[in-house]
């Protein structure tokens, strides 16, 4: 969940109705503001903290009291020798409190009680506090408080640091600075920031708290904690924040063993690495260990602090231990994965209210949260990778964040939303259109200021005062707004529909959609059973349309095959199709008249559904004589284009194998297995045949939107065929291997059934129009541009987004508020002509603090993984993924430069908004677009070794990616794991109000795997359902519905077909109504697969888990750790 809560706003009005204009209109007027601003949480003042014996100023906590004097407080004493402790991360001290938990207080209990000193009876003296770093700002909402460290732990690196965001209901209190022991934090207290101490050797780390509640700070060297507090107010109270994040160096992705040489014994309480002072006979001999700074870099799985001897010699052994002998080995110590930035730590449970306030970042696209339009478009149809834009070109420059927006023109709303209302200005005399400014030719939106009366109003856009049509005056009230304000949603609401009826806005008569189904009757295509799953299928669905649409069938192999569903004139005929072949492939021909090829599906239902049932026995082998194995797609889709030439519609082809027949024919690839993982590799993305691309602009020119399922079991060039899709607007589905008994059956029925009945836009027309200062200079995503300002598509659905790219044209004022408008004329299924409408307004600043907190993460990560899809057919793999890790390296070395100047070397320093830009980075690259093929990739290893990706496969990637928005391209790069066997009892689907409830995310590491639990992994394109050897036998029972002897025998694919029905008992309806929200939540049917402990199928899982090694890819901790080191030397050349 996005750090940034909304404030609940005031209830939705539910549906609007239709706004016509005659008869007085019932809206009820806008949402009335809420008592706080959305979206904003605002800190508590303040916080000073006074020395012992000085006055309480009132409304100040009170400065605690101590027995000891300040200064005087030993460290406690940590014996090296004690087990480990439970959950000690990297760097922690042996027989230390355990990450996360408050340690045992000392004797007597208090601030005043001593503690232990050991062997020693009198405590060190304090180290000087000369060398402690001076507190500096680390960024407008980062508070650092830092521990004091000496001369030896500066060399050491072992500087321990972290931040602090106050919270009015925190309960900590901090001693005055060097008076006291490490403070004890109290339930309540806010968590430390996003900073990282990566510097060798580590030190004790404070962990990543999503709670809320951190642990107790560590000791410092010396013995005094020197917490300096700065409070200051931030955007985001309450923000779980990761812990320092040891060793910077990469060396490798596989960790060496643990290190076999022997801990020294810690002596008079000090940290590792810590000697005490000379003459004391505590430092080894001479020359076996090499001189102070010279030390070389910690090792993974080293003890804190602990180097290894020069060749040939012995480890050092300490006083006091008997010739010969050592001292037990250390625990291990490495970096804990739990406590550092991980999307598991957001919570996306249970939706939330947004309010859509200008300048104010939205929740997170993959959390579920209801939209509340108060005048600036929703986060549901428009998404910014800023939300404060920098002020200049040279602030973007320095910022290196993408500025670019998401556009969604027909997103779904969801349950508990308003609909977008329908505005009809036609009724008004004179008025065939909305009113639109006469310069920019923006529409009147709520962000236009109306002067003179009400008789003209400033566009926001250009400044340009405009005339108010006679028809749509209305005087103005004292304050300045119009009359009749409550009853125009266009002057409330940042997105409204418009009805339109002029000329200028209709190129072809408004009609209902026509559907040809297009389909392939080659040999695989009937023995895989993916014809008689796809005549099911159509059977069941077509009733479902609602919008008059008429359907028509063209089949096809070696020839193309028309029907016609003639209706006699006669009653007394019975009706039968007839199926009329073209034998000419070369010059292709429609043979029917399109009274006789479509046909309304509601009048002709009986003779459509004895077509459907006749064709597979049609087609069915039948004797010796096999099907042709060979298919003529090329010409289909040119006779396809014919048959809709003037009418405009709908295509959707299914295709079972690769087109090698007749005169736009593709021949296998032979050469595809040696080019992968070369340079050569990028030529296998780009399309072979320059017909396909010449076809779909020719129905694209004719606004025939295209639609691609691709069945087959080997290659079947979706880089030749997928362009199709991409330049009409449609959509290109994959299905390898095709078998209705594994799910496909289901999956193509849910898919079909989803592209068939969802919002749809024919004939569209898009145009992004901006106020001075900004502009817009590319689009990204499947449309065509004829003239480079237009997008037109054939078709757009509501699970379509266009990436608009923005840049400087102006210099604009700090704190004014650019506005940006998306205005779409489309043809809806009743054949009504609209404008949707979305205006979004956003905040300028000259603030880099303030840029960094108004950044999107998830709207970042779509623009790069459109700019990804676009450069893969031109550039090598590896330079691509080098240029992610190079961008998130600009970004966080900008953020350290310009807004942590102050802080330690040794620490990586996030901000907030873009705390998990790392992992996402890392996951990206992991994602089946990015991921290495062939011989030439690294070759995996072991039990979580990545699956071998397919070139279609990623070629379907690449088509995903360039169309999805934000909220299912997020759970596709980063997927999201639930721990069954520990949902929550309220984990589901809510029966009071219907929303989906999900249970906590885990991290994306075979880590979190126990064998005695059961894990569902998802990422909206599959969907994991994983066993551990040791799963208790009545969580068997529950999911299957079978004895634990009979799970243990069963293979996958039957546990998968057990667990497609749902049992009488709460654990099996949970899991379901949890499967269920969450494909409605991706809008994709993803059939959940079981996966047992040790089965082959585990590769396939485990691929998804991407904080793990790879094949080709580091782990989590190990990238952030190459991260570090590229910002640090990039800062180092500043």
């Known amino acids: 969940m996005n750090p940034t809560q909304p404030t609940p706003g005031a209830p939705g009005q539910g549906v609007p109705p239709t706004y016509s204009y005659g008869p007085p209109p019932t809206h009820q007027g806008p949402y009335p503001p809420p008592t706080q601003a959305g979206g904003m949480h605002t800190s508590a003042p303040p916080t000073h903290y006074a020395q012992p014996g000085a006055t309480t100023a009132p409304g100040t906590h009170p400065a605690p009291t101590y027995a000891t004097p300040p200064g005087n407080y030993p460290p406690p004493t940590y014996h090296s020798q004690g087990p480990p402790s439970p959950g000690g991360g990297y760097g922690s001290i042996p027989g230390a409190p355990a990450a996360g938990h408050a340690p045992p207080p000392p004797s007597g209990g208090g601030y005043g009680a001593q503690p232990s000193w050991g062997n020693s009876q009198t405590p060190p003296p304090p180290p000087a506090q000369a060398n402690a770093p001076p507190y500096s700002h680390a960024s407008a909402n980062n508070i650092p408080v830092q521990f004091p460290h000496n001369m030896n732990n500066m060399l050491m690196g072992s500087t321990i640091s972290s931040t602090y965001t106050p919270s009015p209901t925190s309960g900590r209190q901090y001693p005055p600075v060097g008076s006291g022991p490490p403070a004890q934090y109290t339930a309540g207290a806010p968590p430390p920031a996003a900073h990282f101490n990566t510097g060798a050797p580590p030190s004790p780390s404070l962990p990543y708290s999503s709670t809320g509640n951190p642990p107790p700070p560590p000791p410092s060297s010396g013995g005094v904690v020197n917490e300096v507090v700065d409070s200051m107010k931030s955007l985001w109270s309450g923000v779980s924040t990761p812990a320092p994040v040891q060793n910077p160096d990469f060396r490798s992705s596989t960790a060496p063993p643990p290190s076999q040489y022997q801990q020294q014994q810690q002596q008079y309480g000090a940290p590792p690495g810590q000697y005490p002072p000379p003459g004391q006979g505590q430092y080894p001999p001479p020359g076996q260990?090499?001189?102070?700074?010279?030390?070389?870099?910690?090792?993974?799985?080293?003890?804190?602090?602990?180097?290894?001897?020069?060749?040939?010699?012995?480890?050092?052994?300490?006083?006091?231990?008997?010739?010969?002998?050592?001292?037990?080995?250390?625990?291990?110590s490495r970096i804990d994965p739990t406590q550092i930035p991980s999307p598991a730590s957001a919570g996306e449970s249970r939706a939330v209210r947004f309010r859509a306030a200008v300048g104010h970042p939205p929740p997170s696209a993959s959390s579920q949260f209801v939209c509340v339009d108060v005048g600036n478009c929703t986060p549901r149809f428009i998404r910014s990778t800023m939300y404060t834009l920098p002020a200049t070109e040279d602030l973007l420059s320095t910022l290196h964040i993408p500025m670019a927006v998401c556009v969604q023109p027909l997103a779904e709303s969801a349950p508990g939303e308003d609909e977008v209302p329908l505005v009809d200005l036609t009724r008004l005399p004179g008025l065939e259109a909305p009113p639109r400014c006469h310069r920019c030719r923006a529409y009147i939106n709520p962000f236009a200021k109306f002067i003179d009366g009400g008789r003209k109003y400033v566009c926001r856009l250009c400044d340009f005062e405009n005339e108010v049509p006679q028809a749509y005056f209305s005087p103005l009230e004292?304050?300045?707004?119009?009359?009749?304000?409550d009853h125009r949603p266009e002057l409330f609401r940042g997105s409204v529909d418009f009805l339109v009826t002029s000329k200028e806005y209709i190129t072809r008569t408004p009609r209902n959609p026509h559907y040809l189904f297009v389909i392939d009757v080659s040999e695989y295509s009937i023995t895989s059973g993916m014809f008689q799953s796809l005549m099911d299928s159509i059977k069941s669905i077509l009733p479902e349309l609602k919008d008059g649409g008429r359907v028509g069938f063209v089949t096809y192999d070696t020839s193309v095959h028309f029907w016609s569903l003639r209706m006699p004139k006669s009653a007394h005929v019975t009706a039968q199709p007839h199926m009329m072949v073209v034998p000419d492939l070369t010059n292709v021909f429609v043979p029917l008249n399109p009274e006789h090829l479509f046909v309304n599906y509601v009048e002709c239902q009986q003779l459509?559904?004895?077509?459907?049932?006749?064709?597979?026995?049609?087609?069915?082998?039948?004797?010796?004589?096999?099907?042709?194995?060979?298919?003529?797609?090329?010409?289909?889709?040119?006779?396809?284009?014919?048959?809709?030439?003037?009418?405009?519609?709908?295509?959707?082809v299914f295709s079972a194998c690769l087109p090698d027949h007749g005169p736009w024919a593709l021949k296998p690839r032979d050469d595809i297995t040696k080019t992968l993982g070369t340079d050569k590799e990028r030529g296998v993305y780009q399309p072979r045949n320059p017909f396909y691309r010449t076809v779909a602009m020719e129905c694209a020119s004719k606004m025939i939107c295209v639609d691609l399922f691709a069945f087959a079991h080997s290659f079947i060039d979706l880089s030749t065929l997928g362009v199709v899709p991409t330049i009409t607007g449609g959509q290109l589905y994959h299905y390898p291997f095709f078998n209705p008994q594994t799910g496909d059956g289901d999956r193509l029925r849910f898919d079909l059934r989803r592209h068939l009945t969802r919002p749809h836009g024919y004939d569209a027309v898009m145009r992004v129009r901006t106020s001075r200062g900004i502009t817009p200079t590319?689009?990204?995503?499947?449309?065509?541009?004829?003239?480079?300002?237009?997008?037109?598509?054939?078709?757009?659905?509501?699970?379509?987004?266009?990436?608009?790219?923005?840049?400087?044209?102006?210099?604009?004022?700090?704190?004014?508020?650019?506005?940006?408008?998306?205005?779409?004329?489309?043809?809806?299924?009743?054949?009504?002509?609209?404008?949707?409408?979305?205006?979004?307004?956003f905040t300028a600043s000259t603030v880099l603090g303030q840029l960094f907190k108004g950044a999107d993460l998830d709207t970042i990560m779509t623009v790069y993984a459109r700019q990804a899809v676009k450069d893969i057919p031109n550039h090598p793999l590896p330079s691509i993924k080098n240029a992610l890790t190079d961008k998130c390296v600009d970004i966080l070395a900008a953020y350290r430069k310009y807004c942590a100047q102050s802080t330690n070397a040794g620490q990586l320093i996030l901000p907030e908004a873009l705390k998990l830009l790392p992992v996402y980075i890392l996951s990206f690259m992991k994602n089946p677009l990015l991921r290495i093929l062939g011989a030439n990739a690294p070759q995996p290893t072991g039990q979580f070794a990545?699956?071998?990706?397919?070139?279609?496969?990623?070629?379907?990637?690449?088509?995903?990616?360039?169309?999805?928005?934000?909220?299912?391209?997020?759970?596709?790069i980063y997927p999201r794991v639930y721990a069954i066997h520990k949902m929550p009892h309220d984990a589901g689907i809510d029966a009071a109000t219907g929303q989906l409830v999900l249970p906590p995310t885990l991290r994306l590491s075979n880590e979190v795997l126990e064998p005695d639990g059961v894990y569902l992994v998802e990422n909206g394109q599959a969907m994991y359902l994983w066993l551990g050897k040791n799963t208790p036998a009545p969580i068997i029972s529950q999911?299957?519905?079978i004895e634990p002897e009979q799970a243990y025998i069963a293979s996958s694919g039957d546990l998968s077909r057990s667990l497609l029905h749902s049992y009488d008992n709460d654990l099996s309806r949970q899991l379901h109504d949890l499967v269920n929200g969450i494909m409605r939540l991706r809008g994709r049917f993803t059939a959940v697969q079981v996966v047992k402990q040790k089965d082959p199928l585990e590769a396939r899982m485990f691929g998804l888990l991407v904080e793990d090694r790879g094949a080709d890819a580091m782990s989590y901790v190990d990238y952030l750790c190459h991260v570090h080191r590229l910002i640090q030397n990039k800062l180092a050349n500043f």
């Open 946 to 972: 990545d699956p071998a990706v397919p070139v279609d496969e990623r070629v379907y990637s690449m088509a995903m990616f360039n169309c999805i928005p934000p909220n299912i391209a997020i759970p596709f």
């Open 778 to 841: 590319e689009y990204l995503g499947s449309f065509t541009s004829p003239n480079g300002a237009d997008i037109e598509m054939a078709g757009v659905d509501c699970d379509k987004a266009i990436v608009v790219m923005l840049k400087h044209d102006d210099k604009m004022d700090d704190k004014s508020e650019p506005v940006l408008q998306a205005a779409m004329l489309y043809t809806t299924g009743d054949g009504s002509r609209r404008i949707r409408v979305h205006t979004i307004s």
């Open 608 to 652: 459509v559904d004895y077509l459907l049932e006749r064709l597979p026995i049609i087609f069915r082998t039948q004797g010796e004589k096999p099907r042709p194995s060979n298919s003529v797609l090329g010409a289909a889709l040119q006779a396809a284009s014919m048959a809709l030439e003037g009418i405009g519609g709908r295509v959707l």
């Open 478 to 485: 004292p304050n300045g707004r119009r009359h009749d304000i």
């Open 1039 to 1041: 999911l299957f519905n």
């Open 289 to 332: 260990y090499p001189p102070p700074g010279q030390y070389p870099p910690q090792a993974y799985g080293a003890p804190p602090g602990q180097y290894p001897p020069p060749n040939g010699q012995a480890p050092y052994v300490p006083q006091g231990q008997p010739p010969g002998t050592a001292a037990p080995p250390a625990p291990v």
